[in-house]
């Protein structure tokens, strides 16, 4: 049977039942197990990719294999994942191969970082194709010179083995074992939603207890994220360092995100509203402008002229969205600052809210769950970035990050670039 026919053999409704079984422990978990593994191992046996990532679903066979690779001096880095795999992702995949020869991904929707009314049972699931991008680029690797390492393992828990105790709980004041990193956990993306950063604290404190990788790699645009699991290595002295990997983009600036997929055509074409807004910041800061007015302003004001046009057009053809905040904060509290002390640096960050299409029209291309779902959207800026993350390895050479925003932006003028390279 050849892949094309087994996908539809095994439909979509048939492959999320199998997974929300598996996740959620309910009694056919056995026989779940087998069939989506089953489903796993034929289509890689179908695409002609090579068996050799190991897929553990258990503590014993990863403290196993963990054990294997500490005997023989390899070192261990772990990317921690949600699965729906995207080119972000595997920048911090490639990230962590130059710096360790065993790669870990973890793959796994965690409930407890999901609020109560949040989109947890759609969280978007794309176990097979994940499987085969980890495998294909390994395939890419293989043989580079930049690259020591290549993926050999994919963590795949169930909801039971991460959460033994107690079922896990989405309430503010509910019941369990949680780690809560406060302050930092309680503002911008924390004031929004309450239980996240527990909750992402949480299972990252699980899922370093049970790699014990040497290194851990996560993206900068979940900037607020990596500065709360920082604090966490730092405070629970564990023996894990974090490595920084840049925010990989769409074409047009688009922070890559797995919830990308929400937005559709028309709220596409918007979505990088925050990339063009922290522009107008950036370009304030190379003019030598550290004032808080005077690098939140411009920002502010790109993405009020956007909501604006958009409220401007009939219901039928506008994208609506709501500023949540636009943020410049301190780079270790993230408390609000006035001024930028070059010594210290600063972030520079902001959320949309993406609300649902008004009016779709027949045909239109509405994105996973209809249009009918608020997409949040997340960007920043660390400036002084060298200072705030002293990871250079992992990281774009300033040159790099200047073709890349040159490329992105060929208004940019050539003095700037020029004014750029040479500070």
């Known amino acids: 049977m050849s892949a094309g026919n087994l996908i539809r053999k095994y439909t979509a409704q048939s ?28 289509m ?7 068996p050799e990532i190991d897929v553990i679903r258990n503590v014993s066979h990863l403290r196993q294999k963990r054990e294997a690779a500490r005997s023989s001096g390899k070192k261990v880095a772990l990317v921690p994942t949600m699965g729906a795999l ?18 870990y991904v973890s793959i796994y929707v965690n409930p407890t970082q999901f609020g ?7 969280y978007p699931k794309t176990w097979h194709q994940d499987m085969i991008q980890l495998r294909q680029l390994n395939h890419f690797m293989e043989g580079k010179e930049q690259f020591i390492g290549k993926v050999t393992t994919i963590f795949n828990p169930t909801t039971n083995l991460m959460y033994p105790g107690l079922p896990p709980t989405s309430e503010i004041q509910g019941s369990g074992s949680f780690v809560n990193i406060t302050p930092l956990a309680n503002v911008l993306e924390g004031a929004a939603r309450p239980v996240f950063f527990r909750g992402v604290a949480t299972v990252v404190m699980k899922l370093l207890n049970l790699v014990q990788p040497d290194e851990v790699v996560f993206g900068q645009k979940d900037i607020q994220q990596v500065l709360v699991i920082k604090r966490m290595i730092e405070d629970f002295h564990i023996n894990t360092r974090l490595f920084l990997s840049p925010t990989e983009r769409e074409h047009d600036g688009l922070a890559m995100s797995s919830r990308n997929v929400y937005l559709g055509d028309r709220r596409r074409r918007i ?26 302003g411009p920002a502010c004001g790109v993405a009020e002229s956007i909501q604006n046009t958009q409220r401007a057009l009939p219901p039928s ?8 905040y636009m943020s410049l904060a301190d780079p270790v509290t993230l408390e609000e600052i006035q001024c930028v002390d070059e010594e210290r640096g600063a972030i ?18 509405l994105g996973l769950g209809r249009g009918l779902t608020p997409v949040r959207l997340i960007d920043n800026r660390i400036y002084g970035q060298h200072k705030v993350f002293p990871y250079g390895e992992s990281r774009r050479s ?26």
Not at 86 to 103: I, M, P, S, W
Not at 317 to 324: N, P, S, T, V
Request: hydrophobic share 40%.
């Open 15 to 42: 492959l999320t039942v199998i997974r929300n079984a598996r996740q959620r422990q309910l009694p056919s978990e056995g026989a779940a197990k087998k069939l989506e593994r089953l489903f796993d191992e034929k």
């Open 44 to 50: 890689l046996e179908k695409s002609g990719i090579g």
């Open 86 to 103: 995207h080119n972000g992702h595997l920048a911090l995949v490639r990230a962590a191969a130059r710096h360790a020869q065993e790669v």
């Open 116 to 122: 109560v009314n949040e989109d947890l049972d759609s």
């Open 271 to 296: 979505a990088n509203v925050i990339y063009k807004a922290m522009q107008a910041s950036e370009m304030a800061w190379t003019k030598g402008k550290r004032d808080r007015r005077e690098l939140l």
């Open 317 to 324: 053809e506008r994208a609506g969205f709501e500023l949540d």
């Open 348 to 365: 520079l960050s902001a959320a949309v809210i993406m609300q649902p299409v008004e009016e779709p029209q027949v045909g239109e291309n």
């Open 398 to 423: 300033p040159e790099q990050s200047l073709d890349s925003m040159a490329a992105r932006n060929p208004s940019i003028p050539s003095t700037v670039l020029h004014v750029l390279r040479e500070t």
